[in-house]
């Protein structure tokens, strides 16, 4: 079974500053590995969807990485900005998605 | 991009009663959604799985008899909590996938349900 987890649970970063958010699988042989957002109360916001063939997927300030072989992936965020701070979480999966725990981020002004 | 558009966006109902909510998507059709729940300070966790027009998948330990899952169309999916008690209070996520694209999973805004 499939088990996803995001250390740290939480992370302040002064603004301006760049940082990686980090994701950890179990199973290495994953179909998607996809980033999210979520602000307090709201649903999710999908940011980037790496699939199982990709290495890497760019939009914007925002970076994901995915390294299937060491069970890792990593979302860059570059010169972070207050509206930034969100919980990010990672999932996995093809239909059925595994969630990671998240990592409540806040950007600091 | 696609859109799922879930309501309502939060309900406060009495123990015993039953809430329906619901799960549309807007721009595209999906034979399949998805029912997720979240407590606070936790992670996503799958319910089940509805199907248009045949039974739903519910996750081991998720009662089906409780969370009564219908997918008449193939724009909407509703879930209804019957019966509801204080511990089914929680935040209820629905997902679907515009299979058009390769965009990943479109999550609705998510319903918080509170039974007093």
């Known amino acids: 079974k499939q088990e996803v987890t995001q250390i740290p649970a939480a992370l302040s970063v002064p603004e301006g500053e760049n940082l990686v958010l980090n994701c950890s699988f179990t199973?290495?042989?994953?179909?998607?590995l996809q980033w999210f957002r979520q602000d307090p109360g709201k649903g999710l916001t999908s940011l980037l969807l790496?699939?199982?063939?990709?290495r890497e997927q760019t939009s914007g300030r925002l970076n994901a990485s995915l390294d299937k072989s060491s069970g890792r992936s990593t979302l860059y965020i570059a010169a972070s900005q207050p509206g930034d701070s969100a919980t990010y979480l990672c999932?996995?999966?093809?239909?059925?998605?595994?969630f990671g725990t998240g990592t409540r981020l806040t950007i600091i002004p | 991009g696609a859109v799922v558009s879930q309501h309502p966006s939060w309900v406060i109902c009495k123990s015993g009663t039953s809430v329906k909510i619901e799960c549309r998507s807007l721009d595209f059709q999906a034979t399949t959604m998805f029912w997720y729940r979240q407590f606070p300070k936790q992670s996503l966790m799958l319910m089940a799985t509805?199907?248009?027009?045949?039974?739903?998948?519910?996750e081991q330990g998720v009662e089906k008899d409780k969370f009564l899952i219908n997918h008449a169309s193939l724009t909407l999916s509703t879930l209804t909590v019957t019966s509801a008690h204080p511990e089914d209070s929680s935040f209820y996520i629905c997902?679907?996938?515009?299979?058009?694209?390769?965009?990943?999973?479109?999550f609705g805004s998510g319903t918080r349900l509170t039974v007093v």
């Open positions: 999932a996995e999966g093809n239909e059925k998605l595994t």
């Open positions: 997902s679907a996938r515009d299979l058009r694209t390769w965009d990943g999973y479109t």
């Open positions: 199973d290495s042989a994953i179909y998607n």
């Open positions: 509805s199907n248009e027009g045949s039974k739903a998948t519910y």
């Open positions: 790496i699939q199982s063939s990709q």
